[in-house]
Structure formats: C-alpha cells, structure tokens
C-alpha cells in the first residue's frame, strides 16, 4: 500500500545531542513537509521541499535541519541548538502545488528530553 | 500569522446528534481541506473543497465555504463514539508554497 512512513514512532534525546527523524514515501509525490504539534495546538511548519536537493524554511525553522537527496526520503534533524524540542513531529507529502490535492500525513514521531 | 482559526475548540455531544465547526481564514485560497486526527496519531484527509465551490458531501460529512467571509464549516450528522477525534482546518493559499492549519477543535462523541 502507498504511504507515509515515519520512524521511530519514540525517541528520546540527551543534552547537547542531535537526532534525526526518519520519513518515507511511496506516493510519488513531489513535495513533502515537516510539522511540529505541541499538546492541544496546531501545526506548525517546520521545512518543506518542493522538489529533489530544495527545501525552505518554514515558521519554526530555527535549530532544526532537514536534506532532500531523494524524492522518496525527507530526514529531520533535530539539533542541540532547539532548546525545546519535546514535541509531536508530523511528516507529510503531497502532490504539486496547487493541483488541488490534499497532504498524506505519517504516523508521527514523539521527541522528549531525557 | 496566517494560520486559521476554529471553533468551537471543544465540543462534546451525545451519540447521534449532529457536530459543527468552523474555520475562519486570512488569505485568499485555491482550497480547504479538512483532516481528523485520533488522539497520537497522524492526519487523516476527509474532504477538500475548491474555492469555487459553495458546499460538498461525502458519506455523513457537509463541509460549507463562504470565501466572502472567508470561512468553513464542517458539519458531521448522526454522530458516532468513533467520531471523537480533533478536526482541522487547512488552507491551500493561492500564493506561497506552504498550506495554514487551524488551531483545531476537539470533539467528543459520549455513548
């Protein structure tokens, strides 16, 4: 079945240390996206890529890091410097933009701080 | 920000009876989506309505859009214990290359 796949669906980080999130699809989609969901709110976006080796920043970009090397793989990182990364991270991807076509999202990945 | 808004945050209802809720946006849109999140884990997309669109059905949901008021509803009819989920709202703008989500609302569906 196409989808979305995000791993680990835990993780836990120490001080100082990076960690990376893992997103996969096989939807053939062009643009894939990262969120961030803090307890009872929205999402907010993190990156997005539009296309193979671009991606932008979004409203949160700030101490996190993202490659688009392949179409099918958009990698999180998630740096020392983001001071409060306990959150709900949401991977998604869609079709072309303005194509009329909604975001397939992943299960997500729950960040806390050891 | 551009992110929309919804509400009622919270809305708890008894089995059977009819849900609504709504979003209010800031931006001019191509389309608006609708997506139901079950509590840890992803967005499901429900349904999506082009701006030259007024209403659409699918199965036991009615969404609405007035771009004039530059707002939605989604309305679930003879609701079920399975419905209770958070709802949100998300904007596909006609400029920019990212989509907006709402603050989301949380339903309640009591047996």
């Known amino acids: 079945d196409g989808g979305i796949t995000q791993s680990p669906k835990y993780l836990f980080r120490k001080e100082g240390q990076n960690v990376t999130l893992s997103c996969e699809q096989n939807?053939?989609?062009?643009?894939m996206y990262w969120y961030r969901q803090d307890p009872g709110q929205g999402l907010r976006l993190i990156y997005y890529s539009q296309i193979v080796n671009d991606f932008q920043k979004g409203d949160i970009a700030e101490g996190y890091s993202v490659s688009r090397e392949k179409k099918e793989s958009f990698p999180l990182t998630v740096t020392s410097a983001q001071k409060n990364p306990t959150a709900f991270y949401l991977c998604?991807?869609?079709?072309?933009?303005?194509?009329?076509?909604?975001?397939?999202f992943g299960d997500g990945t729950r960040l806390s701080i050891l | 920000s551009q992110q929309g808004e919804e509400d009622p945050q919270a809305l708890s209802i008894q089995e059977g009876e009819n849900a609504t809720m709504n979003c209010s946006y800031k931006t001019s849109i191509n389309n608006l989506q609708w997506y139901r999140q079950n509590s840890g884990r992803g967005l499901v997309h429900l349904i999506l309505i082009r701006s030259n669109e007024r209403e659409k059905h699918s199965g036991r949901l009615r969404v609405t859009l007035d771009t004039s008021k530059k707002s939605s509803s989604l309305l679930i009819t003879a609701s079920r214990a399975a419905d209770t989920a958070s709802y949100f709202c998300?904007?596909?703008?006609?400029?920019?290359?990212?989509?907006?989500f709402g603050t989301g609302t949380s339903l309640t569906v009591i047996p």
């Open positions: 998604a991807s869609s079709g072309q933009r303005l194509s009329n076509q909604p975001q397939h």
């Open positions: 998300a904007t596909d703008p006609l400029t920019g290359n990212q989509f907006y």
């Open positions: 939807l053939n989609h062009d643009a």
